[in-house]
């Protein structure tokens, strides 16, 4: 069709900057997850935990209240590392939880649809894309994990004194570095998934077989070989060994008593997961296919 009347114009306001480009998504993606109120209530019911914890470390103070519910002091659980530990493990439980309900379809909707040139043929980059589809499950599994993890430091050094939080600002280190870790995990996993397995309920699955594939494969290495290295073939042994050594405990995992080995090699492993989850990613999310 000929245009024969040429008075369009390029827009002239204001631009978005292009550090934040990628929360456009996440922006626009709580509209719809937010929508449905089984999650709106599970999401709720994921600071259930934060709040007793507060409760306690508030009893822990006030003689007055444990006086008022016949409380004793012996009976409440002590202000430490295996504190927020049990905090940190009961947190990031839920974000496993969270991560099934609503990170499956995050691009495998776009791919299902051809959407994926949409957003691509505007000044947003395959790594801008990526992010901000991460940045929906980031953004939510930080709300409820690290954040209110600091909250409740910060609320025990103000009852407790500065001496207390010197003294104990690597709980506050461990509880911000494990978080992170199993957020950049989960959101990860999550768009892999989403990117090569289309129907929800399949992909739902697979976050959960993944644990369980990894744990098969981890046990056959140890028997075949009979070493104990190949727990490192599983997800859960090694988010729990580097759980340990953020918290200063001693190995829990079947894996060699020497700390010094057992935790870095771990973080190895899981490094190298996540790179094999970036490279399946760059396979998949392009803005066309090539069918042969």
Request: hydrophobic share 55%; net charge positive; charged share 10%.
């Amino acid at each position: 069709m000929a245009v024969y009347e040429h008075a369009y114009k390029p827009y002239a306001g204001p631009l978005t900057p292009e550090w934040s480009r990628f929360l456009i998504i996440p922006r626009h993606a709580y509209r719809d997850v937010f929508r449905s109120k089984l999650f709106t209530g599970f999401f709720a019911l994921c600071f259930v935990c934060p709040l007793v914890m507060a409760i306690l470390i508030y009893l822990h103070h006030n003689l007055t209240a444990m006086a008022i519910f016949q409380i004793n002091l012996r009976d409440l659980a002590p202000i430490n590392a295996f504190f927020f530990q049990v905090y940190i493990g009961i947190q990031t439980g839920l974000a496993f939880l969270l991560t099934v309900l609503i990170g499956p379809p995050l691009i495998s909707r776009d791919l299902a649809n051809n959407a994926l040139p949409l957003y691509l043929c505007r000044p947003f980059s395959r790594a801008e894309y990526v992010i901000g589809k991460m940045s929906v499950l980031m953004i939510l599994i930080s709300a409820i994990t690290w954040v209110p993890g600091a909250l409740l430091f910060l609320f025990q050094s103000y009852l407790e004194g500065a001496g207390w939080f010197a003294n104990n600002f690597w709980i506050a280190v461990a509880v911000f570095v494990e978080s992170w870790t199993w957020i950049a995990l989960l959101a990860l996993l999550s768009v892999t998934i989403s990117a090569w397995v289309k129907w929800r309920l399949a992909a739902s699955a697979a976050l959960f077989g993944l644990f369980i594939i990894s744990n098969a494969i981890g046990i056959t290495v140890n028997n075949v070989l009979r070493t104990k290295w190949g727990s490192l073939f599983n997800l859960t042994v090694i988010m729990k060994t580097i759980e340990d050594g953020l918290f200063r405990n001693p190995n829990s995992m079947s894996l060699p008593p020497w700390m010094v080995l057992a935790t870095p090699a771990a973080w190895i492993a899981l490094a190298m997961f996540c790179a094999f989850c970036l490279f399946l990613l760059t396979r998949k999310v392009r803005a066309y296919e090539v069918v042969s």
